[in-house]
Nanobody
Framework: QAQLVESGGGLVQAGGSLRLSCVTS????????MGWYRRAPGKQRELVATITNGGRTTYADSVKGRFTISRDNAENTVYLQMNSLKPEDTAVYYC?????????WGQGTQVTVSS
């Protein structure tokens, strides 16, 4: 089964930027959706952004205008550019890839934003 590997997390000051990447260990066929989710301490996992095969994107209201999701179909890679980071963006960020009935998750990457 394919594994997703996230990278790019870390510690950044408020107002700073990070770029998350998610690559697959093996090629996944028939991908129809890619996205990023996050789980902050003491909270449930929430959707951050998604992108379809056609490039249509959706964002959580809390990140609109600050985060940008993109994908490289040839490389089975999805990115999340995060700008103007706020302390409330602190969370573990998870990559998600859906292909038909299959749903793949990464192990998560920690993003910490200091005030």
């Amino acid at each position: 089964q394919a594994q997703l590997v996230e990278s790019g997390g870390g510690l950044v000051q408020a107002g700073g930027s990070l770029r998350l990447s998610c690559v697959t260990s093996t090629r996944i066929f028939n991908i129809d959706r890619m996205g990023w989710y996050r789980r902050a301490p003491g909270k449930q996992r929430e959707l951050v952004a998604t992108i379809t095969n056609g490039g249509r994107t959706t964002y959580a209201d809390s990140v609109k205008g600050r985060f940008t999701i993109s994908r490289d179909n040839a490389e089975n890679t999805v990115y999340l550019q995060m700008n103007s980071l706020k302390p409330e963006d602190t969370a573990v960020y998870y990559c998600n890839i859906g292909a038909g009935v299959w749903n793949y998750w990464g192990q998560g990457t920690q993003v910490t934003v200091s005030s």
